[in-house]
C-alpha cells in the first residue's frame, strides 16, 4: 500500500515546511524506500508562470515544462528525483478540472459542490499522481510525502483540509499520517520559547478532523524539555512526537536532526514500514556535505546581477547551483547581489552613492553571473556589467537573458551596430540580434514560452563548456523563454570570435555561447541551475566557480576527469551516487 504523509502548516506561512517535507523524504529514501512528492498550493493561479518573483519566489521548470513552486525544486534536489506539473496541485487546477467535467455533463444534471466534488477531485489527483514513478528506474514509489502551502485556518486551504479529512478514513490510518509544523516564538524581551501559538493552532487542525502524528516545531535555539512536555501535555502527543527543529548552519543538516530524534523508527512503525536498519549510506553523504560546508576557509565572491535582488528567493536554484559548485571546489561562497539598474548612468545623477555602491561590488567580485529575467528595467545596467566582464577578463555566466544581453553588447561595443538589442526591448532596432520566437502567442501570458527539456548539441569539440560536461555530444536541459538569438546575424559574431559553440537540433536556435581569448565567458539560453544537485552541480556554474577561483585551467589540464556529471556513477542500488565525494579531489573529511 502507498503510504502518505501529510505536511501542514501553523502560525505563519514561509515557516520552511518545503525543507521539512523534503528532508523527511530524504531520510526515508536513505532507508531504501521510493519517494515522491506533491505540492499543494491553495491559490487560483493554474500554475505559477505568471507571479512576480517578488511575490511569490522563482518560478521552478520541469523537465516537462511545468512552471511550478519553488519547492518542488528542493524536493528534486533533495531527493534527486525528477517531477512532473502535475506534481504541483493548485486550487485553480482543481476547479478547473471539476468546471470542465460539469460542462462535459460528467455529473449527469447533479449540482456540482465543494463537498463532495471538489474534494473528491483532490483526492482522486494525489492518489493518481502519487503512483507515478520519479526515480530513474521507473519503479513505482513507496511513500508520497505531500506538503500543503499556507496556513492551518487559511479560507482558501479549507477544501484540502477536508479532502485530506476524509482521505485518511479512505486509505486507512496506517497509510496516512500528519506532520504539522508550527512556530515556537521567543521574544527577545524575555527569551522564553512560547508554545501558544502551537496549541491554536494545532487545536484549529483538530476542530478541522485532522490531528498531528508529528508536531514540527520550528525555533531559532534547540527546545526545552519543559517546551516539549508542555506542548505533548496540551496538544495530545507523546514528548517523543514533538520534534525541534532549530536554526542550524546550512539545510543540509536538516535531514540528520530529525534523523537523530527518531522519526524513521517513528514513521516506521506509525506506517507499519519495512525499513533495513542497516547504515544509511546516504545519510553519511549528508553529514560529510553539511561539515565540509561548515569548515571551509577559502571564500569567492560572485556578483549576481539582477533585478530581483531585494528578495533572495526570487534567484533561489541560481544561489543552490552556485552553493553546490562553490562546495565541489570547497570554497566558501559569497553572493553580492547588485541591483542592475543601480549600474547605469541614470543612477548617478539621482542617486550617486547607490551608484558606486553598486561598482564597487561589481569590480570587487571573483565572477560575475547576470541571470535570466523579463522586462526592459535594469538590462542596460546589465548590459554594462557584461562589457566590464568582458573587458577586464572577469569569469562570466550569462544565463537566458543573461546571454541574450551579451549577443546585444557584444553587437555594440565590437561589431559597432549601436542600436543593437532585443526585440523585447526596442522593436525598432536596425539590428535585432535577438527576436521573438516564430511560435511564441502574443494573446497569453500563461504557458506560451519554449519550455521544459529540450536537447542542445554541441558544434565544436574544443568549447570549454563542452569539457566540463564530461565531453558529451548533447546535453539536455531546461528552458524558459520566449526570445532567441537571431540566427541570421550569427556569422558576424563567429568571425570576431564570439562563438555560438551549442545549438537546438535543428540548428536554427542558439543554445550556447563562448568568447575565444577569455577566462571563461560562458553564456547559457537554458537554465542549467535547474537540474543542480548537492553532489553534482551544474557544470556552467561550476565552471564559473573554478574560474573565479582561479582553478579552471588546472581542471581543463586534467582532461577534466573529476567533471560532476561523470564523477558519480551509480552503484548503490537506490538512485543515490553511491562513490566518494572526495572524487572530486575534495579534502576528506571521514578521518574525525
Known amino acids: 500500500m502507498m503510504k502518505y504523509i501529510l505536511v501542514t502548516g501553523g502560525v505563519i506561512s514561509g515557516i520552511g515546511k518545503g525543507i521539512i517535507a523534503s528532508s523527511v523524504g ?82 449527469l444534471g447533479k449540482t456540482v459542490q465543494v463537498v463532495p466534488h471538489i474534494t473528491d477531485a483532490i483526492q482522486e489527483w494525489v492518489v493518481k499522481q502519487a503512483k507515478v514513478p520519479v526515480d530513474d528506474d521507473d519503479i513505482e514509489p ?30 486507512k490510518r496506517e497509510n496516512f499520517c500528519n506532520i504539522h509544523v508550527s512556530l515556537i516564538p521567543q521574544p527577545s524581551a524575555t527569551g522564553e520559547q512560547k508554545t501558544k501559538p502551537t496549541q491554536n493552532s494545532v487545536r484549529e487542525l483538530r476542530g478541522l478532523g485532522l490531528s498531528p502524528d508529528l508536531i514540527m516545531c520550528r525555533c531559532s535555539t534547540a527546545l526545552e524539555n519543559s517546551v516539549k512536555e508542555k506542548i505533548s501535555m496540551f496538544c495530545h502527543v507523546e514528548p517523543e512526537q514533538v520534534i ?71 534567484y533561489a536554484s541560481v544561489i543552490k547551483a552556485l552553493e553546490h559548485s562553490a562546495l565541489a571546489i570547497s570554497h566558501k561562497l559569497e553572493v553580492k547581489y547588485i541591483d542592475s539598474a543601480n549600474l547605469e548612468p541614470s543612477t548617478l545623477q539621482e542617486e550617486p552613492v547607490k551608484y558606486h555602491e553598486a561598482w564597487q561590488k561589481l569590480c570587487s567580485a571573483d565572477g560575475i553571473l547576470v541571470p535570466g529575467g523579463f522586462g526592459v528595467r535594469g538590462t542596460e545596467g546589465k548590459i554594462h556589467a557584461i562589457k566590464w566582464a568582458r ?109 555560438f559553440v551549442g545549438q537546438d537540433v535543428e540548428g536554427e536556435r542558439m543554445e550556447v555561447i563562448e568568447l575565444d581569448d577569455h577566462p571563461y565567458f560562458v553564456g547559457v539560453q537554458y537554465h542549467p541551475e535547474f537540474t543542480s544537485r548537492p553532489i553534482k552541480p551544474s557544470p556552467p556554474y561550476f565552471g564559473l566557480l573554478l574560474a573565479a577561483a582561479g582553478k579552471l585551467q588546472s581542471y581543463l589540464q586534467k582532461g577534466c576527469r573529476l567533471s560532476p556529471r561523470d564523477t558519480y556513477s551509480d552503484q548503490s542500488g537506490t538512485s543515490t551516487p553511491d562513490s566518494e565525494i572526495s572524487e572530486l579531489k575534495l579534502p576528506s573529511i571521514s578521518s574525525e
Open 26 to 107: 530524504t531520510i526515508l529514501k536513505s532507508c531504501g524506500l521510493h519517494v515522491t512528492a506533491i505540492k499543494i498550493d491553495p491559490y487560483i493561479n493554474i500554475d505559477a508562470g505568471t507571479f512576480s518573483p517578488y511575490e511569490h519566489g522563482e518560478v521552478f521548470v520541469l523537465d516537462d515544462g511545468g512552471e511550478v513552486d519553488l519547492d518542488l525544486g528542493n524536493y528534486e534536489r533533495f531527493l534527486d528525483i525528477r517531477l512532473t506539473k502535475d506534481n504541483n496541485l493548485t486550487t485553480g487546477k482543481i476547479y478547473q478540472s471539476v468546471i470542465n467535467k460539469e460542462r462535459r455533463g460528467d455529473y
Open 142 to 171: 513507496q511513500v508520497c510525502v505531500i506538503e500543503l502551502g499556507g496556513t492551518v485556518g487559511d479560507i482558501e486551504s479549507m477544501p484540502f483540509i477536508e479532502a485530506f479529512r476524509q482521505f485518511q478514513f479512505k486509505v
Open 244 to 314: 525541534c527543529v532549530h536554526d542550524v548552519s546550512s539545510i543540509y543538516r536538516v535531514p540528520l536532526l530529525l534523523e537523530n530524534q527518531g522519526v524513521v523508527g517513528y514513521l516506521s512503525r506509525r506506517l507499519n514500514m519495512p525499513i533495513e536498519t542497516r547504515p544509511r549510506r546516504m545519510l553519511t553523504k549528508w553529514k560529510e556535505m553539511s561539515d565540509r560546508s561548515d569548515r571551509l576557509l577559502e571564500h569567492c565572491s560572485i556578483a549576481l546581477v539582477g533585478k530581483y535582488t531585494k528578495f533572495s528567493d526570487s
Open 391 to 499: 573587458k577586464q577578463k572577469k569569469p562570466f555566466l550569462g544565463v537566458c537573458l543573461g546571454m541574450q544581453l551579451a549577443v546585444c553588447e557584444f553587437a555594440r561595443n565590437v561589431l559597432g551596430w549601436e542600436d543593437a538589442n532585443s526585440t523585447e526591448f526596442h522593436p525598432e532596432s536596425k539590428h535585432p540580434v535577438v527576436i521573438d520566437m516564430p511560435e511564441h502567442n502574443p494573446g497569453q501570458m500563461g504557458g506560451t514560452m519554449r519550455l521544459g527539456k529540450r536537447r542542445t548539441i554541441f558544434k565544436t569539440t574544443n568549447s570549454v563548456i563542452r569539457r566540463l560536461y564530461g565531453d558529451a555530444e548533447y546535453v539536455d536541459e531546461r528552458h524558459r523563454h520566449r526570445f532567441e538569438v537571431n540566427p541570421e546575424l550569427t556569422s558576424h559574431f563567429e568571425e570576431k570570435g564570439f562563438r
